[in-house]
Each structure stands twice: as C-alpha cells, then as structure tokens.
C-alpha cells in the first residue's frame, strides 16, 4: 500500500478497529497493513482512544505482552444507554403495537439494524468481563440482536433450532418444558456446532417464563459447557419466578391491556 | 461536546460512518455533533474518502440537493472480493465438512461474523444500486448473511417463517412447492411486515432448486411488492435450470463425493 499520512492513517485505522470490534491485532500486523513504523502507529492509535472516550464510542486499548496488540471493545456512555431504552419504551408502548390475543408486535424493532445494533452494544458494555466463546440463542426471532452481539464480541454465533435438518450432521437433542404454555419443546443443536469447556452468552428477544433459557442450560451441560450470561431484551413482570435465577434484561413489559391499547414498558430494576 | 481537533474529527467521522452505513447524515447535523463548521468538515470528508478509496473500504459521498447529506456505502475492491472467495473456497472443501447424506456443513461459516460481514459486503457491492427498500430472508441459516446485508445498506430486515406465530398478528401464507425435494412447504409473513409497492433484496446461504427464490416472488407479489434481487452464497450446479432466472450466487457446488469426502465448489461463472 502507498503511504499514508497521519490524517489518512486515522481514518484507515478507526475504520479497522470498528469493523473487526473485539479483535486482537499486533502492532507488527498493523505495521504491515499500514507501512508505518509501530511508534507512530502507537500516537495514531492514542488519538483514535482519546477521542473515542470523549464521543463515548467504547475503547481502543493496548494489551501488553506476547500475546499481545490493540483491541477495540466497542461501549456505551451511560447516557447513551439510557437513551436508548427510554427510546426502546416510547417506541413499544405505542397503541398500534397490540395485537389480536394481547400481544406486542415488535418484529420491525428486533429486525431492525440500527436499533439492533445499539441494543447490542448494552449487552456488549455487560457481558464483555464474563469472557464469552461463544453467542447462543434459539431460532428465530432473537438471532439478529444475538448475531450483531457475537459480532461486537468477534466471537462465534450457534443457533439452536427446533427441528433437526439433515443437512447438519449428527445433533444433540434436549427436550424442555416451555416456562409459559408448559408444553414440551425440542431444542437441536449439531454435534460439532460447539467445542467442549466453552463459554456460552445466550442472547433473546423475551423471556416470560424461562423456560428457553433453562433449556439453554441443559443443552450447555451435554457439551460440557458454561452459561457465562444470559440477556434478553424484553422480561414480562409475571410470573416473577422465571425458571432461571440470573438474567439480564433491558425491559420490563408490565402489561398489555387489548381492550384500550395500553401497553407498560419500564426500564428493568437493575438499571433503574 | 468538547472540541475537537482535526485527527479526532476524522477518527470520530470514521467511526461514525463505519457504524452507519447507508445513513444518510446532512452536514448541518454532523457540525451539530462535532461541533465544527461545514467547510472544515467537508475537508474532512474528503480524507476520509480520499483514504477509503486507497484501502478499498468503499466510499463516502456527498449527494447534493435539499435531501442531500454524506453517506458511506461499503465496498470491496476486485482484490479483495477475490480474495474472499478463494478464502471461502478453500474452507469449505475441506474434507472433514462432509456430512453423512452427502451434504456441507458450513453453520461454522455462515454464522461467523466476520466471514458474515466480508460476505455480505459482496452483496452490498453488487446490490446497492438496485436501491431495495427491505432485506428479506427465510428463516434459519441466510438470517445473519441477509442482516448483515440489511445493515450495511441501512435498510430493515424481513424474516418469513414456515410456522404462523401468534404473537405477530395476522399474516399472509403462501404455498409452495420445493424446488429439490417437490414436498409442499409454507411461508408466514404478518401482514405489516412489508409496506406495499416496495423493493425486496432476497438473501439466503443456499440455493438448489430454486422453490424458496420462487416461493419469495410469490409472496411479493401478495404485498404489491417487487424483487429486487436474490444473492444466494453458494448454489448447487445440479439442477442447472433453477426455478428463477435471475440470482447472483458467489459460489458454486459442483459435487460433493461421500465415500472419498471430496468437495468441489468454485467461483461461480459470473465472478469469472
């Protein structure tokens, strides 16, 4: 590549750093892609890290030793976060959401980039110190914010599905009692989809009863797995009892009323 | 916010551009955030551009007129995208990758973020211009190509699903026959999922047949919608007469041998 100046170099960097989040790149590396001395390239990248702190991008951060290089592990300011989820609560309370049966239409929400992106970014700031391997969620509705939270992290995503497909080879099965309409569920997961002793962060959409989730636990015990975190966006207030005990969530749906349209959305206690 | 000086306006742009792609920011509203003038920021702009066309990133352009701003659209140089696919080649011959009933396992590819984001950037080079309004894709394994090709062009995902869900409110369902095994299979999309007379963007890791693609136009057609276009990763060389003319697929299975575990997969003809 011909050189770059300071200026160009910034611009090259920040682009890397923000498309590979959460990758380890050594300075020698960065030397190579950039043909610029690794002292100078350290200067770029303190100017890049400064100026993330101060727009509240997340870190760009050293790590010191033989295994070591810089890293950008995106993050949100507290304010920003909380922008979002007052947001996130003004945009699902309103009427037109409800639909037949009391539910909560949500799906131009959950599907939505942006959005995604910016949900995912709070479960990054909370989940990043637990170390995960790898994202896990169940098919289908979580898997956008699950896979922009496993980009962000620049780990593996699994997705579990209900059916087995042939195509996939030899699968793992787990049946499990639906917290809420307690009927059984099936959970498939291929055999070779996760490597034993890992650390797995299950990532949805809902929880009500918890039933996925304590699903998504016997699944980890048949591969001899760990659940390090679970966050979901949206938790119902009932039952207050779900099937697992530690969770993180967003958002607290309180109710739906189908007859007047009122929907109560509260940010989750342990962010109030 | 504070000011900033020229190195840290160019590596908060980047960041911002690089998080953004296909948003549209006017300069008044990006000197609002930054906190500097519009001609400074223009020459910013210009560097960034200037950089990104050297490292192959795309580009980022002003559109002019009173809806007019900058925007970054990703983009991927010959070299790369060559790259990309010989990359992708090469993984998926592997021999260990073949599973019993003669299939590729590729979950660990198509759910891999950064394989994900290289790939969906070939999509975003060879689709932007076809100017879709909504990404659309068939639950479960195109989901994070077809999002992160959502994401990269700042438009939404749509996902139809094979099961009605009650949570989602009423829907349209739409028969069709698969273009492979010939069973019946259906489509579930609720009914507010798309607005009329808009542009889809079909996405999916596989194509052998075709039914799924066809499935699609049929279903558009029940919303007043057009297809766009149809990007598959990898599709099968048998049978060579799909259910739609029209697709763009990067690579090609030629054949997979069970007992010997050779793979043959290439290019395919139009990347040539």
Redesign the interface.
């Known amino acids: 590549?011909?050189k770059?100046q300071?200026?160009?170099r910034?611009?090259?960097l920040?682009?890397l750093f923000?498309?590979?989040p959460g990758?380890l790149f050594t300075l020698s590396a960065l030397s190579e892609i950039l043909g610029a001395a690794k002292s100078t390239l350290s200067e770029d990248i303190d100017?890049?890290d400064?100026?993330?702190s101060?727009?509240g991008?997340g870190r760009v951060q050293s790590i010191a030793g033989a295994a070591g290089g810089v890293r950008y592990t995106p993050g949100v300011s507290r304010l920003t976060k909380s922008e979002i989820i007052e947001y996130l609560c003004i945009e699902l309370m309103k009427k037109e959401r409800v639909?037949?049966?009391g539910?909560?239409?949500m799906?131009?929400i959950i599907?939505?980039?942006?959005i995604?992106?910016r949900i995912a970014d709070i479960f990054v700031s909370r989940f990043a110190d637990s170390n995960p391997d790898y994202v896990i969620t169940v098919?289908?509705?979580g898997?956008?914010l699950a896979?922009?939270t496993?980009?962000f992290l620049?780990?593996?995503?699994?997705?579990v599905?209900h059916n087995i497909e042939?195509?996939?080879?030899?699968s793992v099965n787990v049946n499990y009692i639906s917290g809420s309409s307690k009927t059984v569920q099936t959970m498939v997961l291929?055999t070779?989809?996760l490597k034993r002793n890992s650390r797995l962060l299950f990532i949805d959409d809902f929880m009500k009863g918890g039933g996925t989730a304590k699903g998504i636990y016997e699944l980890a015990k048949e591969f001899d797995c760990e659940v390090a975190g679970t966050g979901v966006l949206i938790k119902t207030k009932q039952p207050e009892k779900k099937l697992v005990q530690e969770y993180y969530s967003l958002l607290t749906l309180n109710s739906v009323d189908e007859q007047t349209g009122l929907i109560d959305i509260a940010p989750s206690e342990q962010d109030l």
Chains 1, 2 share one sequence.
């Open positions: 590549m011909c770059l300071r200026n160009e910034i611009a090259a920040t682009s923000t498309s590979n990758k100017i890049i400064r100026t993330f101060k727009i991008k639909v037949s049966g539910y909560l239409y799906l131009d599907y939505n980039p942006e995604v992106s098919e289908t509705k898997i956008p896979f922009m496993a980009k620049n780990i593996p995503l699994v997705i599905r042939a195509t996939d080879g030899s291929p070779r989809a």
